[in-house]
């Protein structure tokens, strides 16, 4: 059995339908390096009494638990006092924080407040965690045996406060737990249950290997996970994805789409212009999320409306009456068009309908066309994908780069 | 008290770093207008009795509990199974589902495989809930006075049972709960723990009313809330924040920036064309994400490259060489340019330092441009962003959208 944490999140706003809690996520993946594993993670209101009782429960359950949340100045935040009234402790007021807040509120100009002061407050005997990129340090604590971490609830901040403070203590004090080794393999272009079917007529999963399907916004990421002292097995197991899933794979380790074809770019020195449609401006926000982008990125043309894809794009009149927006032929007029007027090695296109409205029986919500010009010609190549529009728009956005990272390994 | 609802989410994905769990937010913001409360959510792995124990300990707490996920095809979804164990019956299949599940996987040109009919095992007694957007249906079961809904972990099909099964049964059952009323008011260029702070020293909360700060993407929402007989106790609240937080407030409800200016720019008739440097496309993707957009939405240029805010905006050489990419005038030009060659209203720009690299002591990481250009002239502004690159990117396609809202409505 590995090393088990637990999370106990605190925000009313968790459980309101104010805010999606992602500290498990961010949690999980950073402790699994360290043979770690998060076992069950449970959201509270900004309550004393069910924060307490959920503290206790895993304190029972579990020898480390982190709470998040609840830290600020405002009168909803009780994770101190709900922890002191457990543990027993008073609330005590860290100096050494106080001079901190002070520099930090200056620096955005701002004037600090008797109310912003609660921030330093922390429970008596803790270790203070300072808060790297906002105001409420987090908390070790440390009690009957057990460790219970306090961090701070916005995202940046328990981010922050964990890889500073709280993985470089958890690595000392578990060295010696057993790690697990991990293949990810990132595929596009099969669906969760089609893959994991596939898979299983090779007798997936083999003995002593756990596999796990997860898909997110038209990707699966498959993830193969042994024991250290089981590589082989892993390495066994990866052969037989590569050979039923061949193409699919877009990468072999934790990379976006964007990232994989950033760095397929960067290799061949080549740049890329966008015209986007149906997206909207999606695949150049992707695109631009990778640091480093500027160095194959040109920028795109979002021609929303026709008019745009006329006299941005250069798609003929005539295309447009004749073929309709999404079509084979506009998608392939566009690519064209921006690489030329942008003067990249490569232009990607999209165009489609995203819904709910604009279907017709000849191209209903979903249709997608999607085009890559380069200097040897142009591909096209057109999907209809299920779901409302964030996921026609989402998972249409991946399956076009992912034309473009098969035009650029010249498989399409 | 107010009837609460427990969400135990079971998939060892939700804890190993996988994937970001949304069906607290989903649930608890569905639940609220029912006069219901979502008290508490539990994530577990996919473990028989980590799944069972968890469901049990909530049917304790609880009358209405919600299992998610753990219903695919694959060898790790056993929340059926747990859910039987625990209520002693046994696993059975759902023929009416069987010819459904058959149907759908005609419809995508899928074959259905011995492994993918596992989808429709329910447990004995259940009443089984057809799911309108997967395989897989949700299952009611009643059980010593508590009801228990199983529903598919996808966030898709979790939606769709939820809104199509769950909650007109629950508001059914609970037809006697005392409902709350809320006012939730929309604010961005203010700080959330400013705010408490200012609002504090009006005596905020009154006595009776709940007041709630949820900070996202640089805008902060204040929500208050109180039992439906205590209307007058909001609407004074909500006078008091008016009068403090006045042009701050973009919306008085649970509008996005983009859904504000969309509406203001549909209700003037008027278009808009987006220029964008350092958000590359995230502001088209932003106003595109609301259907309807193209009655107002022309387009856009996304000039990543310094050649492409040459070319395709008509920004002078000669400007961008003295003032740098990121400045005023550079922005001003975007604006003009973009609005001018997409024949649009109103234009939109942003330029900026997104990070982390780049920076400069007179030109910061964070530091970013905005201008909007209309038949009236050309307003600009700039902001330091705090934060990643990420951040710096998405709060700054914030306050872009917010400067054209009070320029569309003439304060700036």
């Known amino acids: 059995m590995k090393t088990q944490v637990e999370l106990v999140a605190t925000g009313s706003e968790l459980l309101s339908g104010r805010i999606v809690n ?131 609830g916005p995202p940046r901040e328990f981010n922050a406060v964990l890889s500073t403070h709280v993985l470089p203590w958890l690595q000392e004090a578990f060295r010696g737990a057993l790690s697990v080794t991990q293949k990810i393999l990132m595929v596009c272009g099969v669906g969760e249950s089609d893959l994991a079917a596939q898979l299983e007529m090779e007798g997936f999963p083999p003995p002593g ?22 590589q082989a097995v892993i390495d066994q197991a990866s052969e037989v994805v590569r050979r039923v899933l061949g193409r699919h794979i877009f990468a072999e380790d934790r990379l976006t789409m964007e990232e994989v074809v950033g760095r397929l770019l960067l290799e061949r020195r080549s740049t890329l212009a966008t015209a986007e449609s149906c997206t909207g401006g999606g695949i150049g926000q992707r695109i631009t999320s990778v640091s480093g982008s500027s160095a194959y990125y040109m920028g795109g043309i979002i021609a929303y409306d026709n008019r745009v894809k006329i006299s941005q794009l250069g798609v003929p009149e005539t295309e447009l009456a004749a073929q309709g927006a999404v079509s084979k032929e506009v998608a392939a007029s566009m690519a064209q068009g921006v690489r030329q007027r942008l003067g990249a090695d490569y232009g990607l296109s999209i165009t489609g309908v995203a819904g709910p409205t604009g279907g017709t029986d000849e191209k209903p919500v979903g249709l997608v066309w999607m085009a890559v010009a380069d200097a040897a010609g142009t591909v096209t190549s057109s999907r209809r994908f299920p779901g409302d529009r964030d996921w026609i728009r989402e998972s249409s956005t991946l399956f076009a780069l992912d034309l473009l990272r098969r035009r650029i390994l010249g498989t399409v």
Do not use: W
Not at 118 to 126: A, P
Not at 211 to 226: I, K, W
């Open 22 to 152: 992602r500290h498990a996520q961010v949690l999980g993946e950073a402790l699994l390096p360290l043979g770690l594993t998060l076992s069950r993670e449970t959201s509270v209101p900004d309550d004393i009494q069910a924060i307490a009782d959920a503290v206790r429960m895993a304190l029972q359950r579990v020898d480390v638990v982190l709470v998040s949340g609840g830290l600020g100045a405002t009168t909803d935040d009780v994770t101190r006092e709900a922890v002191a009234e457990l543990l027993g402790r008073r609330i005590v007021k860290d100096e050494a924080s106080l001079s901190g807040l002070r520099e930090k509120y200056k620096i955005f100009g701002r004037e600090l407040s008797p109310i912003s002061e609660r921030q330093i407050l922390v429970v008596e005997g803790s270790v203070v965690l300072p808060n790297p990129v906002g105001m409420a340090p987090g908390q070790r604590i440390e009690s009957g045996g057990k460790v219970l971490f306090i961090l701070p």
């Open 209 to 230: 290997l756990d596999v796990a399907y997860c898909a997110s916004g038209g990707r699966v990421e498959v993830r193969l996970t042994a024991t250290s002292d089981r």
